[in-house]
C-alpha cells in the first residue's frame, strides 16, 4: 500500500532557527516520485519540490534543502534559518507510476511549522 | 500567465442539495485532478481527467461525479450532499499525467454543508 507518514503534527521554533521536516514514505514500486507542497492560511498548495526514485542527490534551493534517503524511505525537508513568513503547514507527497496512466498524489497529514518572531 | 483559478470561493448548501464547483486549469496544462481536504487532514484524491476521461478514480462514492470540457476546464458535482463533505475542495492541474510533473493547485473552494 502506498502511505506517506508526517509524525510531526505541529512544530514552534523562533525566527532564525533550522527545522527539520520530517517525511517517511511506503511504496511497492520501484518508480515514484516525491513532492513537497506549503499551504499558506490562503488554502492554497504551493510546489516546492519534486524528486523522482532514481535521483538521490540532495537538494538546496536557498533556504530550503531537501533529504532523500531511499534506504530508509525518507524524504526530509530543511528550512534554514526559518522566518515568519515560512509559517505554513507543509505536505509531503507520494506519486506512482500507475503504468503511466495517472500522477494521482497521495498526501500526509501535514506539519503545522509556526516560526515565532 | 494565470494559474489554476476556482469558482465560488465559498459555499454553503443544505443537507441533500447538489452543488457544482469549478476549475480553469494553468494555461498550456491539460490534466485536472480533484482532492477533498477535511479539516486538519491532508487533501485525499477524488478523481483526475485527461483528455476529457476520467482517468482514475479514488475512494468516493457516485456521488461524486466530474466533467472536463474541451478547453481542459473542468467540474466537480457532488449530489445529495451530506454534513461530511464539508470539506475544502482543491483543484490541480498538470502536463501528461504520464510525464509525472508537478500539479499547480488552485487556492480551493470551501464547502460547509448544513
Known amino acids: 500500500a502506498q502511505k506517506v507518514t508526517q509524525a510531526q503534527t505541529e512544530i514552534s521554533v523562533v525566527e532564525k532557527e533550522d527545522v527539520t521536516l520530517d517525511c517517511v514514505y511506503e511504496?511497492?514500486?520501484?518508480?515514484?516520485?516525491l513532492f513537497w507542497y506549503k499551504q499558506p492560511p490562503s488554502g492554497e498548495l504551493v510546489f516546492l519540490i519534486r524528486?523522482?526514485?532514481?535521483?538521490?542527490q540532495n537538494e538546496i534551493s536557498g533556504r530550503y534543502s531537501w533529504n532523500f534517503q531511499k534506504s530508509t524511505s525518507s524524504f526530509n525537508f530543511t528550512i534554514t534559518a526559518s522566518q515568519v513568513v515560512d509559517s505554513a503547514v507543509y505536505f509531503c507527497a507520494l506519486s506512482e507510476s500507475y503504468g503511466g496512466a495517472t500522477n494521482k498524489l497521495i498526501f500526509g497529514t501535514g506539519t503545522l511549522l509556526a516560526v515565532q518572531p | 500567465d494565470a494559474g489554476v483559478t476556482q469558482s465560488p470561493t465559498h459555499l454553503i448548501k443544505t443537507r441533500g442539495q447538489q452543488v457544482t464547483l469549478r476549475c480553469s486549469p494553468k494555461s498550456g496544462h491539460d490534466t485536472v485532478s480533484w482532492y477533498q481536504q477535511a479539516l486538519g487532514q491532508g487533501p485525499q484524491f477524488i478523481f483526475q481527467?485527461?483528455?476529457?476521461?476520467?482517468?482514475q478514480r479514488g475512494n468516493f462514492p457516485d456521488r461524486f461525479s466530474g466533467h472536463q470540457f474541451p478547453n481542459y476546464s473542468s467540474e466537480l458535482n457532488v449530489n445529495a450532499l451530506l454534513l461530511g463533505d464539508s470539506a475544502l475542495y482543491l483543484c490541480a492541474s498538470s502536463l501528461d499525467p504520464r510525464d509525472n510533473t508537478e500539479a499547480f493547485f488552485g487556492q480551493g473552494t470551501r464547502l460547509t454543508v448544513v
Open positions: 524528486r523522482n526514485s532514481f535521483d538521490e
Open positions: 481527467y485527461y483528455e476529457e476521461e476520467e482517468r
Open positions: 511504496t511497492r514500486d520501484t518508480t515514484y516520485y
